[in-house]
């Protein structure tokens, strides 16, 4: 079945750890992305990927990092997580068009 | 640049009531619309888009929305609201602008429906 995976969907973790959140596709898009939300308020686009070795700064500058070895896999990394970050994050594939697939988004907690 | 603007933080509607959400737009070229939900602690869901053809167009659980080329508007509308339909509504556009399509999107209006 074709769909989007986050994981973890919840995780606490302490200040200064690493931390690195999954996200998986079977669409076969080319397109991928990931965004910052705070519950119920707008959607800020931290990365982006046009594909396999592709990646780019979105419009909100992140502290995180992520890598596209694999078409299906876009990875996000912390390397030293904050109280700052604390947030939900949303991944998401797309067709050419940018009609956009979701995941059910990773819960952060820095405490 | 594009950009996407939801006039409205909340919009309010008793159960039963035609709904409607509004999104302007601007962008160079021709315009790729989208109308997202989002239900607490959820990702966001695709309602419907326009891409060409029919100005009015038909999505998901009832939801239609009109494009509006001379307006650059894309409202989201319901002839009878539900209870369940409160939510969190995103608008999105994008365009070929740079050959991107990376859509671009709206600060989002939260929906709710009077029982």
């Known amino acids: 079945e074709a769909d989007i995976y986050q994981t973890p969907r919840y995780l606490v973790i302490g200040t200064g750890k690493k931390i690195t959140l999954e996200c998986s596709q079977t669409?076969?898009?080319?397109?991928m992305y990931w965004y910052q939300q705070d519950p119920g308020m707008e959607l800020h686009l931290i990365h982006y990927?046009?594909?396999?070795?592709?990646?780019e700064k979105g419009d909100l500058s992140s502290e995180s990092t992520v890598s596209r070895i694999r078409t299906e896999h876009f990875p996000l990394t912390l390397e030293s997580a904050r109280p700052s970050h604390t947030s939900q994050y949303l991944c998401?594939?797309?067709?050419?068009?940018?009609?956009?697939?979701f995941g059910p988004g990773t819960r952060l907690t820095v405490l | 640049a594009q950009s996407v603007a939801q006039p409205e933080d909340q919009v309010n509607v008793a159960e039963g009531n035609p709904l409607t959400v509004k999104c302007t737009y601007s962008?160079?070229?021709?315009?790729?619309l989208f109308w997202y939900v989002q239900y607490p602690n959820r990702g966001l869901q695709f309602l419907l888009k326009?891409?060409?053809?029919?100005?009015l167009v038909k999505g998901s659980y009832g939801f239609e929305a009109e494009f509006n080329k001379s307006q650059t508007s894309f409202h989201l509308k319901k002839p009878s609201a539900l209870v369940s339909d409160s939510a969190l509504y995103f608008c999105?556009?994008?365009?070929?602008?740079?050959?991107?399509?990376?859509?671009?999107f709206g600060r989002g209006t939260s929906l709710i429906v009077h029982p």
């Open positions: 998401a594939s797309s067709e050419l068009l940018g009609m956009q697939f």
């Open positions: 669409m076969g898009h080319d397109k």
């Open positions: 326009y891409i060409t053809g029919d100005n």
């Open positions: 990927s046009y594909g396999v070795n592709s990646t």
């Open positions: 962008v160079s070229g021709n315009p790729y």
């Open positions: 999105a556009v994008s365009s070929a602008s740079g050959g991107s399509y990376i859509p671009t």
